[in-house]
């Protein structure tokens, strides 16, 4: 019987003294670090974020001009479902798969971010089968490892690249899809390899497809960065590819970058499952895991992509400043690699970044000794430069080198 005047349990340091410190995120940390150095001529590589010939990272007019009409005429803040906006889903459908004849296949909902639409994913292959294995080319995003853990899926690495020659490591994706197990899951970039800018061809996607498709392996396709590589198009001609070849497969699609909403936290996942009663039961799954995870994810940033792709001329002005973003990025690009043939590979990669062949000693000595702030790994934000950034770039890479 517990009484009033019961002594207290033993002293304790916390309720929640088994916790431990844990580490900043390295990439974000880079944010901080940044703002407070003093140095007029810091450069900044890090986080991937788009920035203009001056240094900032403007809203788009696009989402302006529908932020103003979803101000206008939104008629109620009422709660929407776990699903999301389900017309920015659907309008999304034929962005990614190129037509909608597929949709009678496809669960999917909107999530918080590519984040959201990764762990939920994970979440879904690891109710479904707990033993999975998720085989994903390294480097990439650092974030991958955690959010695969947290859904309790290991992550095991194979190379993708060669980081001292640059080149794709075909043959070792390959082997590693061969030794998966069937019913495994392969993690691979859409579009604008984080953090390498080393994408696959169109015939190495097919190989990739086809093979996947006769191993019984699940294909999750990360495509964050649809329209800064080539093309709308042509940045999804690997989801495309693999969507004919292989009856299942998951893609989680972010919004950050290629709509500028990065704070919104815009992103959807899409189940392509082998008929619409299996795609009931995977949205069904999907729904429990978004109400028990986040309930429903925040509207605004989905409405305002509905109504970009709803409107013909805000489409328009939209995919112009797509174009814009890519065109400058390309330039960049080609400006980095004319200006040392060590640095020539730049021009041959895609999409925000590439990853100098650089050790964490020369790394920091970038950042210490030249003001240049990139990743530990030695990752550069291609959209962080401007024309008068690169020759300081190419200066301090070949002084540190
Ligand atoms: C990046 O890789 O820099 C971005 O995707 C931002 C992030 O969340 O890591």
Redo the contacts with the bound molecule.
Sequence with gaps: MITLDEKPVAAQRSLLGRLELQPS?A??ALIGLYAADPRAHKIDL????YKDEAGHTPVFAAVKAAEAKLLAEQPTKAYVGPEGDVGFFAGLVPVVFGDSSLRARLAGLQTPG??GALRLGAELIARNNPDAVVHVGGPT???HAPIFAAAGLPLRQHRHIDLSTQELCFDDILAALHGAVPGDAVLLHGCCH??TGADFTVEQWEALGALMAKRGLLPFIDL?YQGLGDSMDDDAAGVRIVARHCPEMLVAY?C?KNFGLYRERVGALFLLTPDPQAAAVVQSNLLSLARANWSMPPDHGAAVVRLILEGADLRAQWLAEVDEVRSRIVAMRQGLAALDPALAFIARQKG??STLPLAPDQVKAMREDHAIYM?GSGRI?IAGLTPAKLAPLAAAFAAVR
């Design positions: 995120d990439l974000l890090g986080v991937g974020v590519g984040t995003w650092p974030n984080n953090p964050a972010s950050d925000m970044f990743a934000n």
